[in-house]
């Protein structure tokens, strides 16, 4: 491995630990039709180490203090933001929510039953939280890191992605 690639797996709290994660290049979708650039370019400050959150605000001595003001009582760190801020709960369960359904629907387009897709649809549940399901136990999908999810399929006689 490149040495400078080595370097960003290893730093950043391992954004870039991509060995983790599925290989494949996702679909141009997610940047080409971004349901905004500013969430490409939020995932590409954290990708980056660069989003200011308080704990790097803090560092540069723009704060006083890394802790969330949210009442979390905890460093504000990207994870933290993403994660576990109380302020994002409500907004987390509806991207939640929307991901299920999204994932169902396509599912039920490519004529796979709901019932042989359970734990597909649990994980989907999954993705917005630290689990078990992530190579780390510690969620990235905010860096753009995907799961593997073959596994998780039935197997079809139809090769294409849920796209």
Not at 129 to 144: E, N, R, V
């Amino acid at each position: 491995m490149c040495p400078l690639l080595l370097r960003l797996a290893n730093g950043h709290q391992q954004c870039m630990a991509l060995h983790l994660y599925d290989t494949k290049a996702p679909l141009e979708y997610s940047y080409t039709h971004a349901y905004s650039t500013y969430s490409a370019l939020v995932q590409l400050y954290a990708r980056s180490g660069q989003l200011p959150s308080a704990d790097l605000l803090y560092m540069c001595g723009k704060l006083t203090s890394p802790q969330c003001r949210a009442g979390c009582d905890t460093i504000k760190d990207t994870h933290h933001i993403f994660i576990h801020c109380t302020c994002y709960t409500e907004w987390r369960a509806k991207a939640i929510a929307e991901l299920h359904q999204r994932t169902v629907s396509k599912l039920a387009k490519k004529g796979i039953e709901k019932a042989d897709t359970v734990n597909l649809l649990d994980t989907v549940k999954l993705l917005f939280s630290d689990d078990i399901i992530w190579p780390l136990h510690y969620s990235t999908y905010y860096l753009g890191h995907i799961l593997r999810f073959n596994h998780l399929m039935p197997t079809t006689n139809d090769p294409s992605p849920l796209s």
